[in-house]
């Protein structure tokens, strides 16, 4: 007989014997009645099912290595990456990754043989049985309503205690719940605990996998976790009673780590190894030295990466705390990802290999803002969507929301400094001119004026910044003049400015003019038309 099956029987034979002494029953009666409080609609049905779970089970292990090798065989010819597998998320896995593809593989198999015999459909008709025989919902569904659920009950927790009395604001108030609104959300959070607890059991054998407990015994044992776990018990215990769940409290502590959110079981609370069978999303608790996550992201999403790195390296550079940190971020990926495709070569050029040299700018313009924003909240998804559950990639994603505080800091220091129109364009020379192409210079003021390429390269950011404010004030009036609302932050706004930016010609000043008013007259010597943008010393003075 499995453990599965002793346990699952002493439970109802226990149960049963406790009936009979708190009323004058049969032996059989409270058997039955036992059942049925348990799920089933009767004993009859409880030893059925028993039978069913102790052959599932034997033949389980007889063909789980066979079964399993057949599994990773079908998944390594799936194309895609990461790849939804019978509408469950969280199990994710490279095609070309021979080993992590069997450990997805001997999970799933796990998966369902603990469906089939935690969850079996034809038990989960009744309410009672609803509530025993309970399928594991999706990781990222379980995994969102533990983050919301917590507070979910502690606000219904006291607006039960808070009651509204009747006054001419009553209406503010947040009213009680109903019994049914709160036994719903406290099942929810529940059943959301007990699909990680089960999800994060699956590295053992068929055996254990199937030890793990039904939803209501591990529910009972979760409620005493959660009821320790509260500053305010009273109001907890006052929410249990009024969704009619109170009873589901079991006495015994140290069953639940609310923390880790896994079932630690009776027998094996005093030997468990919390750093054994390490699995990011599926398996148990993670592993404090791992180096990397056990997944591998393809080399298109590393692209991806560095793309959105490179961008806003671009625009950060005048902040070198910003810089320290994208370099860590930078180090980080391109470690993981030599390891992941084994070449650390190919890993540098990805992510190293790309860069170009931009000049500093002391602040960034509302379009470049939202740029840098939008690339590093690309950067999170891609991680959080790639990469499991585990300590590297919370390390890593800590990192990236310091990068996200320090950029937030510096928005709020520098805000409406790009409207600033004195602000310096660094030059290597004393002065430039941004002109119309089709207009040419005269002949006998050549020599000192060169054309320059100042778009595409390292002074493009620089440009920009200096003439946006000139440009600002004149576009907007024409758009809200034909009806559109402008904003300097849409990237239409930035494109304007860079078309506009590419269609001049741009002449840097060679000549022997120290002061502003020589200057200009060299200007009115060489070009005979109005020049679109004139700086000098590094300001623009037209």
Same mark, same amino acid.
């Given at each position: ?6 346990? #699952? ?9 406790? #009936?009979?002494?708190?009323?004058? $029953? ?11 409080? +348990? ?62 593809? /069997?450990? =997805? ?38 995994? /969102? ?16 205690? &808070? ?9 503010? *108030? ?23 607890? =089960? ?12 030890? *793990? ?90 692209? /991806?990466?560095?793309?959105? #790195? ?14 320290? &940190? ?5 180090? $980080? ?6 390891? /992941? ?6 890993? &540098? ?67 409406? *400094?790009?409207? &600033? $129109?004195?602000?310096? #364009? ?83 000043? $060679? ?17 005979? +038309? ?13």
């Amino acid at each position: 007989m499995s453990s599965y099956t002793s346990r #699952l029987q002493r439970h109802l034979k226990n149960h049963a014997k406790q #009936l009979r002494s708190a009323a004058d $029953t049969r032996h059989s009666e409270a058997l039955d009645i036992a059942a049925a409080d +348990f799920g089933f609609s009767g004993w009859k049905q409880a030893t059925a099912h028993m039978a069913m779970a102790e052959i599932r089970i034997r033949d389980a292990q007889a063909s789980f290595a066979s079964e399993v090798i057949r599994l990773a065989a079908e998944l390594r010819v799936l194309p895609g990456y990461p790849y939804r597998l019978e509408g469950r998320t969280g199990v994710r896995f490279e095609p070309a990754d021979k080993q992590q593809t /069997e450990a =997805v593989a001997k999970r799933l198999v796990l998966l369902q043989l603990f469906e089939d015999i935690h969850a079996p459909k034809g038990l989960c008709h009744s309410v009672s049985a609803r509530l025993w025989f309970r399928a594991p919902m999706l990781f990222d569904d379980a995994a /969102e309503i533990c983050q919301g659920a917590p507070w979910k009950i502690r606000r219904l927790s006291n607006a039960l205690m &808070n009651e509204p009395k009747a006054s001419e604001n009553a209406w503010l *108030h947040v009213q009680p719940p109903t019994p049914e609104v709160a036994r719903i959300t406290i099942i929810e959070y529940l059943h959301a605990l007990h699909s990680i607890s =089960v999800i994060r059991s699956l590295t053992g054998s068929p055996e254990g996998v199937v030890g *793990h407990p039904g939803f209501k015994e591990f529910a009972g044992f979760a409620l005493n976790a959660l009821l320790a776990g509260k500053e305010s018990k009273e109001t907890l215990l006052k929410l249990l009673d009024h969704a009619g769940i109170s009873a589901w409290v079991q006495a015994t502590s140290g069953l639940i780590d609310p923390k880790r959110l896994s079932w630690v079981g009776r027998q094996e609370s005093e030997s468990l190894q919390p750093n054994e069978g390490v699995s990011m999303v599926i398996g148990s608790p993670l592993h404090s030295r791992l180096r990397r996550p056990l997944n591998s992201l393809s080399h298109e999403k590393h692209e /991806e990466l560095s793309t959105a #790195l490179a961008r806003v390296c671009k625009l950060v550079q005048v902040k070198a705390s910003l810089e320290r &940190n994208l370099s860590e971020i930078r180090e $980080t990926l391109a470690g993981w990802m030599a390891l /992941e495709i084994g070449g650390q070569e190919r890993a &540098n050029k990805c992510y190293f290999g790309m860069s170009r040299a931009y000049r500093a700018v002391p602040f960034l313009a509302p379009a470049e803002e939202r740029a840098v924003r939008t690339a590093i909240q690309a950067i999170r998804d891609c991680i959080e969507a790639g990469y499991e559950h585990c300590t590297p990639r919370s390390r890593l994603l800590g990192q990236i929301l310091q990068l996200q505080q320090k950029f937030d800091r510096w928005m709020e220091k520098t805000e409406g *400094h790009w409207q &600033n $129109t004195t602000h310096k #364009l660094p030059m290597d020379s004393i002065g430039l001119v941004a002109t119309d192409p089709k207009h040419e210079l005269s002949l006998d003021s050549e020599s000192v004026w060169k054309q320059t390429a100042i778009m595409g390269g390292s002074s493009e950011a620089n440009l920009i910044a200096a003439i946006r404010p000139h440009l600002f004030n004149s576009w907007k009036e024409d758009e809200e003049g034909l009806g559109y609302e402008f904003d300097a932050a849409d990237f239409d706004s930035e494109q304007s400015i860079l078309e506009h930016l590419h269609e001049l010609a741009f002449y840097r000043y $060679t000549g022997e003019a120290l002061t502003r008013l020589q200057y200009e007259k060299e200007v009115r010597k060489a070009f005979y +038309f109005e020049p679109e943008h004139v700086w000098f010393k590094q300001r623009k003075i037209r």
